[in-house]
């Protein structure tokens, strides 16, 4: 089944990258936003069909290569 | 003096490291990261450049390549491990030094020499030097030292802060921090002051018709300091 990751940065984390986009729409003229921080999104088809087990596949991924938990939190959703 | 250094795919700074580690008299071998084991070892070295062409985070795959198991047994065992610039990267992945290195602050890539000062001169790789202050090369876009105020906390009480960004008086302020670092921060130990991870080059800087001294200073005191 697909499991999905999404991997943001810490509230105390600058994010550079986010803050030059913000200003990018801004320019464009999406002047109602406040903040933008930018993260990271993953798709992953584990060999898994209870729904369980795969999220705790996926949530150990996390923690051991696709976050860096310094600096990132991470949400798992189940997609399929 | 043996040494090893670990080529990793888009590894770029190896070779230049391994010249350096010759012209002070080690007898480096090159390790490539899909190998088991280290050859026997006084130092391993893991060297700068763009390992898996800093996917994901850098130096986050290079951190879990099969040669790295090896390095961190040697690391916890007491061996001296130092990574350069990327090979600082992958140290903080491994976990072995606190901390992780983000995005330069203003979003440019640097390449310029800085000033670094010295805080700490009880370990091996910069006890008996005689001067301070050194000029070396940095070279990155991700070098943006960042920890959480508990692991500075731990870091400043462990005395683990190995070099500061400074000017050539050795001033460490603000302006002389060129990638947005906290407390100027270019350069870290783990508490047992036997790894070293930091940004700047000291395999640039040994020639003095090419660059200047400084590394050539710190890579002889090194291997003083080893034997």
Known sequence: MKVSAIITLKKDVLDPQGKVIHQALDGMGFENISEVRQGKYFEIDVNENDPGKAKAVVEDMCKKLLANLVIENFKIIETQ | ?227
């Open chain 2, 1 to 227: 003096m043996k040494s090893s250094v670990i080529t990793f795919p888009g590894s770029n700074c190896d070779r230049d490291m391994d010249v350096a580690l010759k012209k002070f008299g080690f007898n480096n071998k090159m390790v490539w990261h899909d190998d088991n084991e280290l050859p026997k070892s006084d130092l391993v070295v893991l060297p700068g450049g763009f390992s898996y062409g800093d996917y994901l985070r850098c130096g986050s795959m290079a951190s879990k390549s099969k040669i790295m198991q090896s390095v961190i047994n040697f690391a916890k065992s007491g061996g001296l491990v130092m990574g350069i610039c990327n090979g600082f990267q992958i140290l903080v992945e491994t976990g072995l030094v606190p901390g992780v290195l983000l995005r330069n602050k203003y979003l440019e890539f640097i390449c310029k020499n800085v000033f670094v000062k010295l805080d700490n001169k009880e370990n091996s790789y910069f006890k008996n030097l005689n001067k301070d202050i050194f000029e070396f090369h940095i070279a990155h876009n991700e070098g943006n030292y960042f920890c959480t105020k508990d692991q500075l906390k731990e870091i400043e009480d462990n005395n683990q802060i190995a070099i500061y960004y400074c000017n050539k008086e050795g001033k460490i302020e603000d302006q002389y921090n060129p990638n947005g670092s906290i407390k100027n921060i270019a350069g870290i130990f783990n508490k047992e002051k036997n790894v070293l991870g930091m940004m700047p080059h000291p395999e640039r800087m040994i020639d003095q018709s090419l660059s200047g001294e400084d590394g050539s200073i710190f890579f002889k005191n090194l291997i003083n300091n080893i034997k």
